[in-house]
């Protein structure tokens, strides 16, 4: 039978345009039999009569028609239906997706194919869509009425750090966020409104980090505007969210304002220092209602800002301005601003920070008060040190070089003589007393009792009192009962041994006093050298960075040197010297490290010791180069001495440099420092590059390097880098 | 007679105080010792038996790291730790120490006899009145330093030190 007869006949029993999609019929080549309307609008072709076309024609690519039969045929054979295909058509020129389903027709006798029924539906938009959905940059979402999660797109996999959307798609949209209680609570907004947009969340990504989205969520609403589920949008703002909290948490207020001066954003802290409640009530503020007074500084300010502006587009830096909180309270901020301007440089505002200085502003008068204080107290210790001289000019003929300090051993002998007088005098008159009752009752027995302890104590007091430092003290007591005594003589005590016993131990008790009266001048002159560095600490260590100046370094070596040439030489200590940097200069604040090392010189000559039998105490100052490697090289400013020992512990742990930190053995030398100096120079080191290393070994060699009773040699070096242009420089070069 | 053997711990010994001792040695009664640190301190103390022990409050550590580490748990510097203190308490009352040290080898007479006791502090009274009272240590223990005190401070201090001990003894305690 004809096939194109049969395939007429099954047209018309079928009766294609009641179907609701479009549905036509072809040859097994592809010839149209028969189309229905909808299919008909679909592929442009008349809207009634015979169709001469072939449906192979509509195909964007032909040979994709032979696929599909084949798919159909292997479907078949199966016993699977073929299911849907969306194809590419071309129809008059124009790009379409349709959706088809296509049965084999055969002949009912032979069962040959002899015709395709197909059903097509225009899918073109609902693809163009899909593949937004699937392609868009932006995390897509579907969810149902019970949060569960129906379709994702691509990005949202890949947002969240997923490899497939099956890991997602099924599960509760809870199990994304970072908080789980949240996600309930984002679902009853959406109960209530019909969206939300723009809403940041944190979620939390496949690996457990958190991360922060922005939303866009749509409710999608059941019968009754009941609620159905969500649809939405998720784009990862991590980035500007942790940017954001940055911004905010800093202790630094950020703004914008406008040409008319009105805020137009800040930051928290911005709203915080200004003692506003929130972002919200500073936006719209009149920034000059903030000025302490606005008449005196905003013209100045606006100067300066525009002319930074004009040198460069440069934004202005560290201006100061008085401000005025919402409050009232005032406090000075530094201000740093940059003009914005548009492209045509027409300028519409000004963004920048301020930073809350008050308290710098109060420890910067502070400081400036403790210079002062300090400067008076120098000028009190001098005063002082003054004061002393006609003191002791009184006491009588001074045995000591003032010019030097006073030796605690020479201390101790020059009471030899003394102590040795008294003791003779005050060991007859006890003698006579065993023999002569007149005397012994000349006084009481107590008394009598004070003289035998004093001699007893004057006999040996070196070996009665292990400590040297007591002594002085203790045979100034003694001398002062012995005086006591004397006057409870009664008569009975010849004249001339009583006024013998007095004088002597007056001559005593004025020797200790003078040996007070150096010990205390040596005090005064440590105290003034310490405060004096203190108040250069203080002050000159806050300012503003000194200009850099080239200076040789032998010439700041002997300027320290030569600061501290009158202490060394009172503490009898000679300087000695070894410099290999002629010629080397460095680019330094000149009174930093002039500073720096004076600190070093004065802890050498405070700690150090005599000697064995040597006369006079030591330290050597040594300046030279030094490579370390092929890159880097050193100059060195060194100082030795040998005295009291630094710990190893002290030296590893960095505790020397500690601000305020006093040696473990400095005291028990009796010397006690500030603990600002090593501080201080290794601050100024560093500034330049450099640093400062302290050694400190035992004098004997063979002697435990852990046994600290005894003097140690201890090295301090400041050292700087050689490096072109850093700083220092061969004068040659 | 024999002398009355004395220890004080003070880091300030050999320069701020040493005038104090004069009238110690003068009085023929005393053999003093000198410790200028916690750990001399306790040092000395396992090595002799003392009649008194005079403490200063704010010592520094020395060498020893367990008194160290008490400084560097304390995060202010070794004057301001109050070592003297922690050094009563680990000696008299080691339960009631807040950083406690285990101090091994210490003689029975210390705990046997802490009226032996005193303190010789910059601190105010009121400052570490608690303080004396939980080691149990009475009034008369305790002396200011002073910039105006008298030379004999530290004799009068041992010597009330001394009658206490002997009121103790004679008490049968």
Known sequence: ?733 | MKKIKVLWIEDGAFVEVSKLTGPLYTSGKYNLVIALNASDGIKAIKKNEFDVVIVDIRIPPGSDPAWKGVVARSRTDKIQTRLGLNLLYSLLKPDLVKEKITLTGIPEWVSMHPERFGVLTVEDERDIVEDLEKLGLPEESFTRKKSKMPVTALLDLIERIVQLKEKSTSAGG
């Open chain 1, 1 to 733: 039978m004809d096939k194109k007869y049969l395939l007429r006949s099954f047209a018309k029993n079928f009766n294609l345009n009641k179907l609701p999609i479009g549905a036509y019929i072809v040859t097994k080549e592809g010839e149209f039999i028969e189309c229905n309307t909808e299919a008909r609008k679909i592929l442009k072709l008349p809207s009634s009569g015979e169709i001469k076309a072939n449906i192979k024609d509509f195909y964007s690519d032909p040979s994709e028609r032979d696929k599909i039969l084949k798919k159909i045929e292997d479907n078949e054979n199966d016993g699977f239906s073929p299911g849907k295909i969306v194809i590419n058509f071309n129809v008059k020129n124009s790009e379409k997706r349709v959706q088809t389903h296509c049965r084999f027709i055969r002949d009912p006798d032979s069962n040959e194919i002899i015709g395709v029924f197909g059903c097509l539906v225009d899918v073109t938009w609902e693809m163009i869509f899909s593949e937004l959905f699937e392609f868009l940059p932006v995390g897509v979402y579907l969810l149902d009425e019970n949060d569960k999660i129906i379709r994702v797109n691509d990005a949202f996999v890949k947002i969240l750090g997923y490899k497939s959307k099956s890991e997602l798609e099924g599960e509760n949209v809870s199990t994304i966020y970072e908080n789980p209680d949240y996600a309930p609570v984002f679902r009853n907004r959406l109960i209530n409104k019909k969206a939300v947009i723009n809403d940041k969340v944190e979620l939390k990504k496949k690996s457990g980090e958190p991360i922060f989205v922005s939303v866009n969520s749509y409710k999608i609403p059941g019968k009754g505007q009941s609620y159905k589920g969500r649809r939405g949008t998720i784009v990862d703002v991590t980035a500007e969210e942790n940017y954001r909290r940055l911004l905010s948490s800093i202790p630094v207020g950020t703004y914008m304002v406008d040409n008319e001066n009105k805020i137009i954003d800040c930051n928290e802290s911005f709203a915080k220092m200004f003692d506003y409640d929130d972002i919200k009530s500073v936006r719209g503020e009149f920034v000059l209602d903030l000025y302490d007074d606005p008449y005196k500084d905003y013209d100045n300010f606006m100067k300066e800002l525009k002319k930074k502006h004009d040198e460069g587009a440069n934004p202005l830096v560290g201006y100061n301005l008085k401000f005025k909180s919402k409050k009232g309270r005032t406090f000075v901020a530094e201000v740093n601003t940059r003009l914005l301007v548009d492209k045509e440089g027409k300028s519409y505002g000004r963004a920048g920070a301020v930073r809350d200085i008050s308290g710098e502003v109060a420890l910067r008068d502070l400081r400036d008060d403790i210079g002062k204080t300090l400067h008076t107290y120098s000028s009190n210790l001098i005063m002082l040190q003054h004061s002393l001289v006609p003191l002791v000019e009184v006491i009588g003929p001074d045995p000591f070089d003032k010019k030097t300090f006073l030796e605690i051993e020479d201390a101790i002998s020059a009471l030899d003589d003394p102590a040795k007088h008294l003791e003779k005098s005050l060991a007859r008159i006890l003698e006579i007393s065993t023999t002569s009752t007149e005397m012994f009752n000349a006084l009481s027995v107590d008394n009598w009792d004070v003289l035998h302890i004093q001699r007893d104590l004057l006999t040996n007091y070196e070996e009665q009192i292990p400590y040297p430092e007591f002594i002085i003290s203790a045979l100034t007591d003694s001398a002062k009962k012995i005086i006591a005594v004397c006057k409870s003589f009664e008569k009975g005590l010849p004249r001339e041994m009583e006024k013998d016993l007095k004088r002597k131990a007056k001559e005593l008790g004025r020797i200790c006093s003078l040996i007070t009266y150096h010990q205390a001048l040596d005090a005064i002159q440590e105290m003034e050298f310490e405060v004096r560095a203190l108040r250069e600490y203080v002050i000159f260590r806050q300012r503003a960075s000194e200009k850099l100046e080239i200076c040789r370094i032998e010439s700041l070596v002997s300027i320290s040197i030569h600061n501290l040439s009158g202490l060394a030489k009172y503490r009898n200590v000679e300087i000695k010297q070894s410099h290999k940097t002629s010629g080397i200069k460095v680019k330094v604040e000149e009174r930093s490290l002039i500073r720096a090392l004076s600190h070093l010189f004065f802890n050498a000559i405070k700690y150090s010791l005599r000697r064995g039998d040597e006369e006079q105490r030591w330290i050597i100052i040594r300046s030279y180069i030094e490579d370390t490697d092929i890159n880097n090289r050193w100059v060195c400013v060194e100082v030795e001495n040998y005295g009291v020992p630094i710990t190893k512990e002290e030296i590893d742990k960095e505790l020397i440099f500690q601000f305020g930190y006093r040696g473990d053995y400095s005291g028990n030398r009796r010397k006690v420092g500030t603990g600002i100096g090593l501080m201080d120079t290794r601050e100024v080191a560093r500034k330049l590059g450099g640093d400062v290393v302290v050694s400190s070994h035992p004098a004997d060699d063979g002697a435990k390097e852990d046994d600290y009773d005894q003097p140690f040699l201890t090295k301090a070096v400041l050292k700087l880098p050689v490096k072109p242009n850093h700083g220092v420089q061969n004068e040659k070069n």
